[in-house]
């Protein structure tokens, strides 16, 4: 079993619609993360959690939001989505602050 | 603002040959570098890390070289094999920030 498990693996929306992407992870790390990966421009950071009750924007948070509803799972949302939010989406867990992530297989979203 | 970067986007190699993935950071506060090795349709893996107060770190069949005064970081891999076929990223931490930031990646080809 993956250490960090995405759903859905692929998805295919419109613009406007709501979209939840959704990670859980068996490492018992608190810190979890959401990046985007986008053809030539590497691994983004949209938002990052340090404990439950903790969110913090990333690089590009803007359209996005997240949920850590336990220490297991970290969810993000596309609360109304547009075309240029089509990308890979990876979250990943990491034990310490500023170290090695473990990153889940990823989740591609298409937005028409 | 500072960034990491690569600087070749594709290498080809035969196999069996030696590998040199490139890396520049322009961060003189950054003290903690990993890389990452990203197979199609799969999430990053890790493959070595490197703290400042060294200069190399050797895993199997990888090294990792870090230049403090020329802030340049290389990852070696011997007798590359086909199944080192993937997109290398290096990341680096500054001292004090709570997360990593991803160069852009580069692929690696090798060729039966």
């Known amino acids: 079993d993956a250490d960090v498990t995405q759903t859905p693996r692929n998805r295919i929306t419109k613009t406007g619609k709501r979209i939840m992407l959704e990670c859980s992870q068996t490492?018992?790390?608190?810190?979890m993360y959401w990046y985007r990966q986008d053809p030539g421009l590497g691994l983004r950071l949209i938002y990052y959690s340090f404990d439950v009750k903790d969110i913090n924007k990333g690089e590009i948070s803007d359209g996005y939001s997240v949920s850590r509803q336990a220490q297991a799972k970290f969810s993000l949302s596309l609360e109304s989505a547009i075309p240029n939010q089509t990308a890979l989406y990876f979250c990943?867990?990491?034990?310490?602050?500023?170290?090695?992530?473990?990153f889940g297989s990823g989740t591609q979203l298409s937005v028409l | 603002g500072e960034s990491v970067g690569l600087h070749l986007p594709t290498l080809s190699v035969q196999e069996g040959d030696n590998s040199i993935i490139n890396c520049a950071y322009s961060?003189?506060?950054?003290?903690?570098f990993i890389w990452y090795k990203q197979e199609s349709g799969k999430g990053p893996q890790f493959i070595i890390d490197?703290?400042?107060?060294?200069d190399k770190r050797q895993g199997q069949r990888v090294t990792v070289l870090l230049n403090k005064t020329v802030k340049h970081l290389s990852l070696q891999i011997a007798a590359t094999q086909p199944g080192d076929s993937a997109v290398y990223f290096c990341a680096e931490n500054m001292r004090g920030y709570s997360t990593l930031t991803f160069g852009k990646g580069t692929m690696l080809l090798v060729s039966p």
């Open positions: 490197i703290r400042s107060n060294m």
């Open positions: 490492k018992g790390h608190d810190r």
């Open positions: 990943a867990t990491s034990e310490r602050s500023g170290e090695k992530l473990f």
């Open positions: 961060n003189s506060a950054s003290d903690y």
